[in-house]
């Protein structure tokens, strides 16, 4: 596709369910980053993905989160036993090494009740 | 942690009138972008400017970078209800701190 698509666009869950997000990064792009912004807050680096580097995971906030990204494509965010500070929405972004900066998706707006 | 802190947090101008937004950062850069997000959910980017550049112009928006002070500055000339957003600056480091990190943002209003 021509953006970047998240799905889904919404989610609802119970405390201490699995989620797992996606984000389909623009075609050739090699570098993706998950952020996660809380309402009205700026954006927390969760994670990103470069080309077959290893991902830096530095801002998983915590061993429930992990994310992977297979064929340097499509990329799932999984969050384990889900609690309600997980409530946000999850943004994912895409680049090339060539572009002037990234293309972000909608977001996944997850909420846990 | 964020490494750009925008200035001011909120922004009230009338249409017509221009907008300056700033933004300062404590380490090293390869580029500063900005952003513009409206309604909580995916961004824009706007502009890129990259560290052995000071200044840069698309369309109504003027970015300046001066290095030596860590800072930039967003204008916005010829402000319309439109541009009412949530904008953000993002840096993207060098060496190890390479990846890109976002302020907190600044609302503008814009009021017609």
């Known amino acids: 596709g021509a953006g970047v698509s998240q799905s889904p666009s919404n989610k609802v869950t119970e405390k201490g369910k699995d989620v797992e997000l996606r984000c389909d990064p623009i075609?050739?792009?090699?570098?993706l980053y998950w952020y996660r912004q809380s309402l009205g807050q700026g954006l927390e680096f969760l994670i990103y993905?470069?080309?077959?580097?290893?991902?830096?995971k530095s801002g998983l906030p915590s061993d429930r989160f992990s994310a992977e990204r297979t064929g340097g494509s499509v990329s799932t965010l999984t969050i384990q036993r889900t609690q309600q500070e997980d409530s946000a929405v999850y943004l994912c972004?895409?680049?090339?090494?060539?572009?002037?900066?990234?293309?972000f998706g909608s977001g996944t707006r997850l909420t846990v009740v | 942690s964020q490494q750009g802190e925008e200035d001011p947090q909120a922004l009230s101008i009338q249409e017509g009138e221009n907008a300056t937004m700033n933004c300062s950062y404590k380490?090293?850069?390869?580029?500063l972008q900005w952003y513009r997000q409206n309604s909580g959910r995916g961004l824009v980017h706007l502009i890129l400017i990259r560290s052995n550049e000071r200044e840069k112009h698309s369309g109504r928006l003027r970015v300046t970078l001066d290095t030596s002070k860590k800072s930039s500055s967003l204008l916005i000339t010829a402000s319309r209800a439109a541009d009412t957003a949530s904008y953000f600056c993002?840096?993207?480091?060098?060496?190890?701190?390479?990846?890109?990190?976002f302020g907190k943002g600044i609302t503008l209003s814009v009021r017609p």
């Open positions: 380490t090293s850069i390869n580029n």
């Open positions: 993905f470069q080309g077959n580097s290893a991902p830096d």
């Open positions: 993002a840096t993207e480091g060098t060496g190890a701190n390479s990846k890109l990190t």
């Open positions: 972004a895409s680049s090339s090494l060539r572009a002037g900066g990234y293309t």
């Open positions: 075609s050739g792009h090699t570098a």
